[in-house]
């Protein structure tokens, strides 16, 4: 059955391990759902399994150069899409409000620039 709601899927990447491509084709502007309610936690420590994680699915939280903690996962075995989102230097996908910078095809990689996180 196919189902019009699913737009993002996992699959490897050639950026980096596994990346989110888009299922169908995704028009400039587009709200992408990358992250599902309630997913996105900030920590100030973390777990042992959580630090070794943290490597690959969090970002410091920092004003003005203080750390204050890292956004993580809330739930590190229940992982919304979003996490998996690969680096560019030229993304597709704006960090702030998560919708598509230009049209994006099906099957292109989902991409955001870290920096701007």
Not at 26 to 40: C, R, S
Request: glycine fraction near 6%.
């Amino acid at each position: 059955m196919k189902s019009d709601r699913v737009v993002l899927i996992l699959q490897p990447s050639p950026i980096h391990g596994v990346g989110v491509f888009a299922r169908n084709n995704i028009k400039k502007g587009a709200a992408l759902p990358m992250f599902a309610k309630g997913d996105l936690t900030v920590r100030e420590h973390a777990s042992p399994i959580e630090r070794h994680y943290a490597v690959h699915y969090t970002s410091k939280n920092r004003i003005r150069s203080k750390p204050l903690g890292w956004h993580c996962p809330k739930d590190f075995h229940r992982m919304s899409i979003g996490w998996y989102t690969n680096h560019s230097k030229t993304p597709n996908v704006q960090t702030r409000t998560w919708t598509a910078l230009r049209d994006i095809k099906k099957g292109e990689e989902i991409t955001i620039d870290y920096n701007t996180l």
